[in-house]
């Protein structure tokens, strides 16, 4: 089981990118699934996360900028984000719930956004 992100690129502020993370590999289930990043010398931030249902949640960073979504049926996880700002370049990962013989965590390999003023 693997999630493969990717859409990250070189972008000017004010503009917009779409990520997406596909689940692949032999799992059951999906439950919750998030995008973090991690900005040059900073700690890693949670962005956004989904759950099974479609309830959202934001970091106070990306609110009313960033829209993330999912494709259940794809096992895929979607960040739109507008609006862009240097502040959020950074490496952006997905991380997601997968049911295999049991519940476990798994991390993207990362995808970089670099946002240019």
């Known amino acids: 089981v693997q999630l493969q992100a990717s859409g990250g690129g070189l972008v000017q502020a004010g503009g917009s990118l779409r990520l997406s993370c596909v689940a692949s590999?032999?799992?059951?289930?999906?439950?919750?699934m998030a995008w973090y990043r991690r900005a040059p010398g900073k700690s890693r931030e949670l962005v956004a996360v989904i759950d099974s249902v479609g309830s959202e949640n934001y970091g106070e960073a990306v609110k009313g900028r960033f829209t993330i979504s999912r494709d259940n049926a794809k096992g895929t996880v979607y960040l739109q984000m507008n609006t862009l700002k240097p502040e959020d370049t950074g490496v952006y990962y997905c991380n997601a719930d997968l049911r295999t013989a049991s519940w476990n965590n798994y991390w993207g390999q990362g995808t970089l956004v670099t946002v240019s003023s």
């Open positions: 590999g032999s799992f059951i289930a999906i439950n919750r």
